[in-house]
C-alpha cells in the first residue's frame, strides 16, 4: 500500500501481499510463502538522490524488488495493520472507521483465525521481538481506581526472552505515580495481565448457574430489556433537550462577553460558558453510555437466548479459553462477551462491570470473586 496522508492498494504488492495471507490461512508454512513473494516480485518505491551504478539505480523514484525472509514473513503476518488497525504505543487507529476508502488485506474474522493459527502451528516462525504491531487486548476496557483514568496496555521483557503483558496508569497527577504514596503503599504504576485474566478465568469457572436459576435468568433478562428500552427514547431527547438548552445559554453568554469591558465580568461569563461546555461534554458522555446499552440489549431476544445445555456448556469453554491464553484476540472477545469495564486497585481487581445478560445472573445470585475494597 502507499500513502499521500492516506492508505490505498499498490497494485501487485497489494494483492501479492492478500495471497501470502491466503495462503496462511491455508496452512502453508512461512517458508512457502516468502517464496512464492520472493518469486513474483515484492517491489519498494524509493527516491534515489543520486545515480548508483553499482546498484544499477539511476536518480529519482525507482522501484527496487525486496527479498522477504521467512521471519519477516511471519511478522507481517501478525501486523494487524494489514486488517485496518493501526497500533501506536497506547493509541489504536481503526482505518476501516477513519478512511472509508481504505481496503484492508484481511478481514478481522480471518485475522483472528490466522493468529490462532500461527500461535498453534509449529511450522510458522514465531516472533521473539517486541514491537508495536502485535495485538494488545481490552483496550479501553481497563481502569485505574486512584485516578479513574485508563490504563493502557504494554508489553515489558525480562532479558532473557521472556515477555509479560502489563496495564500502566499514565495519569500524571495519578497516586500511582506519586513516589511517596508509591513508597508507603508499596503500589505500582503498572499491573501484570495476568492478574486480569484469572480474575476473569475464577469469574467463569465458578459461575456455576442451576437450572432453576438459569430460567430466572431468562425471565429478568427479558424484564431488563423491556425496561430499558421503554425509557431509553424518553431518556435521549431529555438529554438532547438539555444540551439544546446549554448550547443557547452558551451563545447568549459569548455574545455578552463579546460586549462587555469590565474583567471582572469578563472573568465570570467565561467560567459559566466553560462551566456549560463541561457539563454538555459530560452529556455527551451519558448519550454514548446509553447507546452501548442498547446495543447490548438490542442482541437479546428469544432466538439468542440459548437452552440451559448451550450455556453451562459454553461457560466451561470459555473458561479453558481464557486460561491457555493461547490467542490475545480470542481472549478480547471472551472477555467482552460478559465485561464491559475492570477496576483495577494496589494488585487485584476491586470492581467491574458486567454486560446486561450477565448483571442480570449476578443480581439474582451474587458471587464474590475476590474483589478488595480499592484501597
Known amino acids: 500500500m502507499v500513502t499521500q496522508k492516506k492508505y490505498r492498494p499498490d497494485g501487485k504488492n497489494f494483492e501479492l501481499i492478500q495471497k501470502g495471507f491466503q495462503m496462511a490461512l491455508n496452512g502453508r508454512p512461512v517458508a512457502e510463502i516468502a517464496d512464492f513473494i520472493n518469486r513474483e516480485g515484492l517491489t519498494l518505491e524509493v527516491n534515489v538522490k543520486k545515480d548508483n551504478e553499482k546498484k544499477g539505480l539511476k536518480k529519482g523514484k525507482q522501484h527496487i524488488h525486496i527479498t522477504l525472509l521467512p521471519q519477516s514473513v511471519s511478522k507481517l503476518l501478525a501486523n494487524p495493520f494489514f486488517a485496518g488497525i493501526h497500533v501506536v504505543g497506547a493509541k489504536v487507529y481503526d482505518y476501516r472507521v477513519l478512511d472509508t476508502g481504505f481496503l484492508p ?7 483472528i483465525k490466522l493468529r490462532i ?7 510458522f ?50 497516586r500511582r505515580r506519586d513516589k511517596a504514596y508509591k513508597k508507603k503503599y508499596k503500589l505500582r504504576e503498572s499491573v501484570r495481565g495476568v492478574l486480569i485474566i484469572d480474575f476473569v478465568f475464577e469469574y467463569f469457572k465458578n459461575l456455576d448457574v442451576p437450572r432453576d436459576l438459569y430460567e430466572n435468568w431468562v425471565t429478568e433478562i427479558k424484564k431488563m430489556r423491556k425496561k430499558f428500552l421503554k425509557g431509553y427514547s424518553t ?89 491457555r491464553k493461547r490467542s490475545m484476540e480470542l481472549l478480547d472477545k471472551v472477555v467482552r462477551l460478559a465485561f464491559t469495564n475492570i477496576v483495577i486497585g494496589n494488585g487485584k481487581v476491586v470492581s467491574y462491570k458486567l454486560k446486561p445478560a450477565f448483571e442480570a445472573i449476578e443480581k439474582l445470585r451474587p458471587i464474590n470473586h475476590g474483589v478488595e475494597d480499592g484501597t
Open 117 to 123: 493459527k500461527l500461535e498453534s502451528n509449529s511450522n
Open 235 to 323: 431518556e435521549m431527547r431529555k438529554i438532547e433537550w438539555q444540551i439544546k438548552k446549554l448550547e443557547d445559554e452558551i451563545s447568549v453568554l459569548t455574545l455578552t462577553l463579546a460586549d462587555t469591558t469590565k474583567k471582572a465580568v469578563s472573568r465570570s461569563l467565561e467560567g459559566k460558558i466553560n462551566e456549560n461546555a463541561d457539563l454538555i461534554e459530560d452529556l455527551r458522555d451519558r448519550e454514548q453510555d446509553l447507546k452501548k446499552q442498547r446495543d447490548n440489549y438490542e442482541v437479546i431476544s428469544d432466538k439468542t437466548l440459548w437452552s440451559y445445555e448451550s450455556f453451562t456448556n459454553f461457560l466451561k469453554n470459555v473458561a479453558n479459553i481464557v486460561k
Open 125 to 174: 516462525v514465531k516472533r521473539r521481538t517486541v514491537d508495536n504491531s502485535r495485538f494488545l487486548p481490552l483496550k479501553e476496557m481497563i481502569t485505574c481506581n486512584y485516578c479513574k483514568g485508563p490504563m493502557y496496555a504494554g508489553v515489558t521483557g525480562n532479558g532473557k526472552g521472556n515477555y509479560y503483558l502489563r496495564y500502566r496508569c499514565e495519569t500524571e497527577d495519578c
Open 105 to 111: 488485506i484481511i478481514s478481522e474474522d480471518d485475522f
